[in-house]
């Protein structure tokens, strides 16, 4: 059964740093388009960032230049990495895998559980 697992979220000041992971289970990461996404509360689910499924990347505007998709094939895992963290930052954050139909971000059926990320003094 596939699973995607999700980790690294916590809490931290503003200005700070996280580095969020996703590892899959039966499903090898390498070969799709898997993305970031991120539901506040109170608020809908928005895309974060994603690597498409020609293998470029997107970033919403609120997040370019202080978050940075990445993958190591090598560990099955995916990692959002986010610099310069400000309180609306603040959601649970999920990562899943990008539609085979899909030219932008849209997500497909894989999810995982989510990451809290709170950021807070």
């Known amino acids: 059964q596939v699973q995607l697992v999700e980790s690294g979220g916590g809490l931290v000041q503003p200005g700070g740093s996280l580095r969020l992971s996703c590892t899959a289970s039966e499903l090898i990461l390498a070969y799709y388009g898997v993305g970031w996404f991120r539901q506040a509360p109170g608020k809908e689910r928005e895309g974060v960032t994603c690597?498409?499924?020609?293998?470029?990347?997107s970033y919403i505007d609120s997040v370019k230049g202080r978050f940075t998709i990445s993958r190591d094939n090598d560990k099955n895992t995916v990692y959002l990495q986010m610099e310069n963290l400000k309180p609306e930052d603040t959601a649970v954050y999920y990562c899943?895998?990008?539609?085979?139909?899909?030219?932008?971000?849209?997500?497909?059926?894989?999810w995982g559980r989510g990451t809290q990320v709170t950021v807070s003094t």
């Open positions: 899943a895998v990008i539609s085979d139909f899909s030219e932008g971000c849209d997500p497909g059926e894989w």
């Open positions: 690597f498409k499924v020609d293998g470029d990347t």
